[in-house]
């Protein structure tokens, strides 16, 4: 695995797809601080770390979430960095992912932060993700 990022994004994609209840991944602190981040702005509806049976991996077990008629709560994730590519914003470059009604991930100084985030605290990052 390359980048956990992007499969992670690429798992959340390929269930939705799927019209699947539940997904997993192999867990890590950002990819845990993301999800956290998904669940407060409503577009999983929870998440929770899973220890391996026999093994002292963890696991991350996403409950995702739809809307009363069948649709996916997240229409679009993308990943916009890569380890080969990276996009950095600053403070005053950032600016509200579709007109406010998706969110952008930044890994920042502070932590991983939202777009909105970003604004208020006056800072700058890698951008990670865009979801909508």
């Given at each position: 695995m390359n980048y956990p990022i992007s499969d992670m994004a690429l798992r959340i994609k390929n269930a939705y797809k799927g019209q699947k209840d539940k997904v997993a991944f192999p867990h890590s602190g950002i990819k845990e601080k993301i999800c956290s981040i998904l669940k407060r702005d409503g577009f999983i509806e929870d998440f929770k770390v899973t220890q391996r049976e026999g093994k002292s991996m963890k696991d991350i077990e996403i409950k995702l979430g739809y809307f009363e008629n069948k649709k996916p709560t997240i229409l679009e994730i993308k990943v916009t960095s890569t380890p080969s590519l990276r996009f950095y914003k600053g403070a005053k470059e950032i600016r509200p992912y579709k007109n406010g009604l998706g969110v952008e991930l930044f890994s920042t100084s502070s932590?991983?932060?939202?777009?909105?985030?970003?604004?208020?605290?006056?800072?700058?990052g890698l951008s990670l993700l865009r979801v909508f």
């Open positions: 932590g991983i932060l939202t777009d909105s985030e970003c604004k208020e605290k006056n800072v700058g």
